[in-house]
């Protein structure tokens, strides 16, 4: 059984913006990191952002950039409490609704994606905060505005934590920062400046450190609350994660969307499951699948799995010291979570065992992509998502249950109430509404369980005896950013080939002052 909490995610529009941005400036100053998220318009041609050269890749997700916008931005900051026993982090959460003031291309695949998870276009067009892409004009480099908190994200210095986040690098720098360089090289230098305390992919840490069966952003955040549920219900050594919220009153609740996290349901017997959706989160049939799109029930059916391959493995070992032959655990004939191209049919059966882990990354030279071999194509459809008003934090730890109406959440002094029972019909019901909603696919909210995997991760980086520090959370994925269809990362380094791109120096002047180019420009006559 995981854990339940309620999550508060704070609702930013243009009528809130202003009020809201010193308690958003202190809480991106205070964060010991921060994850990032994005809702977008669109982003073209599918197969051309899964090209083979990474250059061309690059390319494509650059013209996506330029043409399409940012709708939602996503930003959570997880600050680590000192004082606190274990890992607990102090969470704050913001959705910003958002609104392009340029001309843009808006697709009706994404529309459809985003109505269908409750995004509300009728308070984009309205209340969406306004901004200009590519270089500063006018008084943007000014006063309160989107490009002004991407400046205070980069002042803050610290480590940036995306899912699968190429594609949100290369918009965010578009959509809040400068013009975008033509050649990658470049755009990974700027990057490597733009963020000194390093970046990190918690996709790629999802499949090359922690190893789940899938990596998708909804699973990865639910096995990783499982599995600290887990290991605190049997008290093993090392750290485990605890959460804390603000308790926002007076006029600041109504800005507030507190998103309810259950604990994962259970079920007993065989489980119809959709096998693409259970590799990728992704199901081209949506909420008219007949198969379950239920996550929680699709990690119960991996663990199951792994358990039962842990015994038939263990059978085996034992009947061949005994000089026998166990044909039981043999393997057996199951579809490998292979991505399917568009327009192919999955066949409709259980879930396959995912026993198997995915090939370590090697090493790169010069910080340039080396090309690894096709794994089959990845669809882009998770990214193809004091002085403040804020009143002291109110515990809420990460393990903590849902209670019966008669008892009290442990720290909180919230009464839950005990979920009621449904006849079949709500059942179904209550089914198709979850193939709906997902996880919630909110850019805040999206953001937390970034932000969540990250902090996960760490915790078990400390049990080894390498505690995270202010230079390097995750030694093995810092600056490592994960690529569809490759064994190996995009490493965010300056090549000692490329040079910085002159709409970004221009730009580090603004947040560093004019010491930055004349501090550059020093270390690299020193290199002569």
Request: with cysteine; net charge negative; proline share 4%.
């Amino acid at each position: 059984m995981t854990s339940s909490m309620i999550v508060p995610v704070i609702d930013v529009q243009n009528d809130n913006f202003k009020e809201l941005w010193p308690a958003m400036v202190l809480a991106i100053k205070t964060a010991s990191f921060i994850a990032l998220d994005t809702e977008l318009s669109g982003l073209g041609s599918r197969k051309a952002l899964l090209a083979e050269c990474i250059e061309d890749r690059y390319k494509a997700i650059c013209n996506a950039a330029r043409t399409r916008s940012i709708l939602s931005l996503g930003f959570a900051c997880f600050k680590k409490l000192e004082n606190k026993d274990d890992d607990t982090y102090l969470v704050q959460v913001y959705n910003l609704t958002l609104l392009c003031s340029e001309e843009y291309v808006i697709e009706p695949q994404s529309v459809q994606f985003l109505v269908q998870h409750g995004f509300d276009f009728n308070k984009q067009y309205a209340e969406g905060v306004p901004y200009l892409k590519g270089n500063d004009k006018g008084g943007d480099s000014h006063g309160i505005n989107m490009r002004m908190l991407f400046v205070e994200l980069l002042r803050a210095r610290k480590p940036l934590i995306l899912h699968n986040g190429l594609i949100d690098m290369v918009f965010l720098y578009q959509c809040f920062y400068a013009h975008l360089p033509d050649k990658l090289g470049t755009f990974t230098a700027d990057l490597s400046q733009m963020f000194p305390a390093g970046i990190y992919d918690t996709k790629y840490a999802t499949e090359y450190e922690l190893r789940f069966a899938a990596s998708y952003l909804e699973y990865a955040y639910k096995k990783c609350k499982l599995d600290n549920s887990k290991s605190l219900e049997v008290g093993g050594n090392g750290h485990h994660l605890f959460l804390e919220f603000c308790k926002y009153s007076g006029h600041l609740s109504s800005y507030v969307d507190f998103r309810p996290c259950l604990a994962g349901s259970s079920l007993e017997g065989p489980l119809n499951v959709c096998q693409r959706f259970s590799a990728y989160g992704w199901c081209p049939n949506g909420s008219q699948c007949p198969l379950s799109h239920d996550t929680d029930l699709i990690i119960q059916h991996d663990e199951k799995n792994k358990v039962e391959t842990k015994k038939k493995r263990k059978r085996k070992r034992k009947n061949s010291s005994q000089g026998n032959v166990d044909f039981e655990g043999a393997s057996e004939n199951k579809q490998a979570h292979m991505e399917l191209k568009d327009g192919e049919q999955g066949p409709d059966q259980v879930i396959p065992d995912t026993d198997s882990k995915p090939p370590a990354a090697t090493e790169q030279v010069d910080g340039t992509p080396v090309q690894g071999s096709e794994s089959g194509e990845k669809m882009i459809t998770e990214k193809v998502e004091e002085g403040n008003g804020v009143a002291e934090p109110q515990a809420v730890s990460a393990d903590e249950e849902i209670k019966t109406d008669k008892e009290k959440v442990e720290g909180n002094d919230v009464s839950e109430p005990q979920p009621l029972a449904t006849s079949d019909a709500a059942k179904k019901e209550k089914s198709k509404r979850k193939k709906l909603e997902g996880g919630s696919h909110r850019a805040g909210f999206d953001a937390f369980m970034t932000g969540y995997i990250f902090s996960y991760a760490t915790t078990l980086t400390e049990r080894v005896g390498e505690p995270p520090c202010s230079e390097s959370w995750l030694p093995e994925c810092l600056n490592k950013v994960y690529l569809s269809g490759k064994s190996v990362p995009m490493h965010i380094v300056k090549s000692t080939f490329s040079k910085s791109s002159k709409a970004h120096m221009h730009k580090m002047d603004i947040v560093w002052g004019k010491s930055f180019s004349s501090s550059v420009a020093s270390k690299a006559e020193g290199t002569i």
